[in-house]
């Protein structure tokens, strides 16, 4: 088999027993990116030149056996709101085209020590506010399912370019279901972590209280084996959580006897695609077969999730993206005659509608005579929506949804009603609203695009999901892979 179609722990394999070096898998990755990505549009920067530097101080580690970690010399990418010293940390936006970051994210220097290949750098919607990635300020990626489609978003880049075979895995973020989704529309498997467990320090902020980085990868052991490795207490991330991370690989295995899962009707309602519940409700067989106890409950206030996420998330939008004013990062209108108008026109220049859109609503909410009227209700429905889910963990290991109400739409579709796309969230964003962790793993095709199933868990519980996910994909009984390119 071709190594781009390779899961990470399957490389591994091969470079343990030196069937292939380092700097040769990379330049395989490397010559793949220049020959399809002008398709797929999945890299804002290819990192070529430092991978390939990387690549051979991994390689001599390997034959050395000085590194024998399974994520040793495997080829990478990153979402492009996550900081790299001295390459360009993008956000996809104007605001920082060129802005070369002077210190790597956490989650960087954790790959790095155990000898990950960064390739480069990954496309999304403007500071991941978007499901689709049409909202980046360079180019709009496409789904490798089909290029009229969009790979969903915000980190459309991070799940088609390995669902296309450019990487071996990327990382994303997730605020309200920017992994999730675009992972769920790419046929890929992606995990949001508990809030806290994996460190957000080096993550561009676009809502601090919701954002988590997580794994996009090809199966749900590459997912525990990088959620392993990213994981962790962080000092310099101050709502990182200090609690023991198990083995996640060893907890691996296919018994989900007596595993109670719960399916939430809110999750089933009008709105949904009708094929989709079809996909889920066969996936929810699978899991039964397996042993688990299936039983339908409620999560009575998901309705509100959605609208309370809007405020919620502007709001902290707006005073995290005050930083952009032209004096520090980034952008600057150098033609401004003072200061007052050199802020107001880089900033009017520098971000695209939807981030402005955003910023706007986000400082509505929190104006005074607003604040309590929309901010102070929204967190109000935010811990209805806690309560919720903390309520059916006293019944449930387990709740399963769609991940998303529809499969892929076409490029352009939503683009002129912002409502509308914001409706691709309604079933992630109360994940990120109760900071549970939820994870999509692929489980079937309608018309040829992939369709995920969501698994949400308590708090820490990600060894749960994993295993859960883990179950389903050993039975399901076929694989997703998106089709192969044509290329001149
Ligand atoms: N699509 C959602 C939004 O636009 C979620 C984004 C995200 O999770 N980063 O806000």
Redesign the pocket.
């Known amino acids: 088999m071709e190594v781009t179609k390779m899961k990470a722990h399957e490389i591994h394999e091969m470079l343990k027993k030196g069937d292939i070096g380092v700097r040769e898998l990379t330049e395989v990755f490397l010559d793949r990116i220049e020959k399809i990505d002008d398709k797929i549009k999945a890299y804002i920067t290819v990192n070529r030149e430092k991978a390939l530097e990387q690549a051979d101080r991994v390689d001599a580690g390997i034959r050395k056996e000085e590194n024998t970690d399974v994520l040793a010399g495997i080829p990478m990418a990153l979402k492009d709101n996550i900081c790299t010293k001295d390459i360009n940390t993008t956000c996809s936006s104007k605001m920082l085209h060129n802005y070369k970051p002077p210190y790597n994210a956490t989650v960087v220097e954790k790959l790095e020590e155990k000898g990950a290949v960064m390739l480069g750098k990954l496309n999304l919607?403007e500071f991941?506010?978007?499901?689709s990635t049409e909202n980046s300020w360079f180019f709009t990626t496409r789904n490798p399912w089909d290029l009229e489609r969009v790979p969903g978003?915000?980190?459309g880049g991070s799940a088609a370019a390995v669902a296309a075979g450019e990487a071996v895995y990327s990382l994303g973020?997730?605020?309200?279901?920017?992994?999730r989704?675009p992972a769920a529309f790419c046929g890929v498997v992606g995990l949001k972590p508990t809030y806290g467990r994996v460190s957000r320090n080096g993550l561009v902020a676009?809502a601090s209280s919701?954002?988590q980085i997580g794994p996009i990868t090809k199966d749900v052991k590459d997912c525990a084996l990088v959620f392993q490795a990213i994981t962790g207490f962080d000092p310099k991330d101050t709502t990182s959580v200090n609690t023991p991370v198990p083995d996640y690989e060893k907890i691996l295995d296919d018994n989900i006897k007596g595993l109670r899962i719960g399916i939430p009707k809110e999750y089933f309602r009008e709105g949904i695609s009708s094929e989709v519940k079809d996909r889920i409700r066969e996936a929810i067989d699978v899991l039964e077969r397996l042993g688990a106890i299936c039983e339908e409950t409620s999560l009575p206030h998901t309705e509100y999730a959605l609208p309370a996420?809007?405020i919620i998330?502007t709001a902290e939008a707006g005073s995290n993206l005050a930083r952009f004013d032209g004096v520090r990062y980034g952008y600057r209108n150098m033609d401004a005659e003072d200061l007052i108008s050199m802020y107001s026109t880089t900033r009017s220049e520098g971000f695209g509608p939807e981030v402005k859109r955003r910023i706007i609503l986000g400082t509505y909410a929190l104006s005074s005579g607003n604040y309590d009227t929309y901010y102070l209700k929204a967190l109000k429905v935010r811990t209805l929506i806690k309560q919720d889910f903390d309520r059916a963990w006293e019944e449930f290991d387990v709740l399963v949804t769609p991940t998303t109400p529809t499969t892929a739409f076409k490029m352009g579709e939503k683009t002129k009603d912002p409502v509308s796309?914001?409706v691709?969230?309604l079933l992630?964003?109360p994940a990120?609203m109760a900071g549970i962790p939820a994870i999509t793993v692929p489980c079937g095709l309608i018309d040829g695009l992939p369709v995920g199933m969501q698994i949400m868990a308590k708090p820490f519980a990600e060894d749960v999901l994993l295993k859960t996910a883990y179950a389903y994909e050993c039975h399901r009984g076929f694989e997703i892979t998106a089709p192969e390119l044509e290329v001149n």
């Open positions: 919607d991941a506010m978007g499901s978003g915000s980190s973020s997730d605020t309200g279901g920017s992994i989704q676009f919701l954002d996420y809007y998330s796309m914001y691709s969230d992630t964003v990120n």
